[in-house]
């Protein structure tokens, strides 16, 4: 297969890189959602708010997950980084693939479910043990993930563990 060119490259690296962008920026905005937004005074305002960190993850953070993970497909694919050619690439690969799986299983269903709750409940939802279990345990994992993939951009800028050449005279 032809690998991309030098544009070809760079415009793939702007696409993947604005969509990693989307993918913290929604992490962050629906951790801060959770810890900003201040205690609802109705059934309805709390449904409201559940309803839009719903619609964060939805609509935010699962296209800006997917995207990279598609557009680190066709990097590795399409250059030649490869896919286990540096360690470096293998790590963003498998935390990547970690964050996703743990995001689709163990994050986002408590996610869904609190506006389920919610909805159903009112503002009884906040004595509920399921829907305290829920946002505790989104927010916990929500700020694990963000300090992985900080970490994934750390490990894309810094290029570690990145065989080492010899360069005479420099």
């Not at 793939?12 to 913290?24: E, R, T």
């Not at 939805?58 to 980084?81: H, K, N, Q, R």
């Not at 916990?140 to 894309?156: K, P, Q, R, Y």
Request: with cysteine.
């Amino acid at each position: 297969m032809k690998k991309l060119g030098t544009r070809g490259r760079m415009a793939l690296k702007i696409c993947h890189l604005s969509l990693a962008g989307l993918w913290i920026g929604g992490a962050v905005t629906l951790n801060l959602m959770m810890l900003a937004l201040g205690p609802a005074e109705t059934g309805q305002q709390l449904y409201g708010y559940d309803l839009a960190r719903m619609f964060v993850d939805d609509y935010i953070i699962v296209p800006g997950a997917m995207g990279c993970l598609a557009s680190g497909l066709l990097l590795s694919w399409l250059t030649p980084w490869g896919f286990f050619k540096h360690r470096w690439i293998t790590v963003k690969w498998v935390l990547t693939v970690a964050c996703i799986l743990i995001g689709i299983v163990i994050l986002g269903p408590p996610v869904n479910d609190q506006s389920a709750i919610s909805g159903n409940m009112g503002l009884a939802a906040l004595r509920d043990p399921t829907y305290a279990a829920n946002h505790f345990g989104t927010l916990a994992g929500g700020l694990i993930l963000i300090l992985a993939i900080l970490f994934m951009v750390a490990v894309s800028v810094l290029k570690p563990w990145q065989k080492k050449t010899r360069h005479a005279d420099r």
